[in-house]
């Protein structure tokens, strides 16, 4: 069973995280949304309080999901996926057309591409004393300035503002230090394996929402466009001077593109019923 974060009345939003990550890394979309819709976030097989005892496959993640739709009674819902969650959530639509209503994909490809530079021993250092000192004052412009700059966290935002760095300390650490070897495994064994669901995307019929951080590192802005360009129905945003956690850079922002895509898409809300009544 996996542990799962629930909020809000309505429609539901399932809301899948990232690696590292968990329901409650979610938090800058759970918080808006719940309150116009249900927002769903659980902790993946292997993160947060969703423990496993040994290797599991990629596809196990899926399983999982339609499990935990099954067990709330779900027959539609819309799927909001970050990095990895915007895999899994594609990966869903394929395999469960009708439950899906629609897919904000965020920081994602259906064939990830990355652009990091190797990692020194400076780097680690510097995002080692800058996650600390920033766990214990989240937001403290000396740290940002004098360790952040200089850290991983420089690949994973472009905007070193205050509200990046609280929610790296409220969500960040804490998923890291959640993630389980088992985990991080599954997700290095799909991508050595060369990934790619690029010519499976046109069988996806609902309507898609495509964000990307034009500076990201992880998985590129250019990798997302061309996901994209392959699904049917996708609207696409990339955000310039930002990067693969650009929805904690620019929160209001996203969160206002997103709300004005689910105002244009009335349909992503119909039940089950109402769409085989048509």
Request: aromatic share 8%; proline share 5%.
């Amino acid at each position: 069973m996996l542990h799962v974060h629930i909020h809000g009345k309505g429609f539901p939003i399932l809301c899948l995280h990232g690696h590292p990550g968990s329901g409650s890394s979610m938090s800058v979309f759970t918080q808006h949304l719940s309150q116009r819709c249900q927002t769903i976030a659980p902790d993946l097989r292997g993160y947060g309080r969703s423990r496993v005892k040994g290797d599991f496959d990629m596809h196990d993640h899926l399983i999982d999901l339609e499990a935990l739709l099954d067990s709330l009674e779900i027959d539609r819902c819309l799927v909001l996926g970050w990095s990895l969650g915007g895999i899994l959530a594609m990966e869903l639509a394929l395999r469960c057309p009708k439950r899906v209503s629609g897919l904000i994909l965020i920081a994602t490809a259906a064939r990830p591409r990355g652009s990091h530079p190797p990692i020194s021993w400076e780097d680690n250092l510097y995002t080692g004393l800058a996650a600390i000192l920033n766990g214990l004052q989240p937001g403290w412009q000396w740290n940002i300035e004098t360790f952040g700059k200089r850290s991983l966290f420089r690949y994973l935002i472009q905007q070193h503002n205050s509200s990046a760095y609280r929610y790296i300390a409220a969500d960040a650490v804490s998923a890291y230090l959640g993630t389980s070897g088992a985990a991080t495994r599954s997700l290095m064994t799909a991508l050595k394996s060369g990934y790619n669901r690029l010519e499976h995307l046109s069988q996806i019929e609902c309507p898609c929402l495509m964000l990307a951080g034009a500076a990201d590192r992880h998985i590129t802005a250019e990798s997302s466009l061309e996901t994209a360009r392959h699904l049917k129905n996708c609207e696409w945003y990339c955000y310039p001077n930002t990067a693969h956690l650009f929805p904690w850079e620019i929160p209001s922002q996203v969160l206002g593109d997103i709300d004005r895509w689910m105002e244009s898409h009335p349909d992503i809300f119909a039940t089950a019923s109402q769409t085989s009544d048509r």
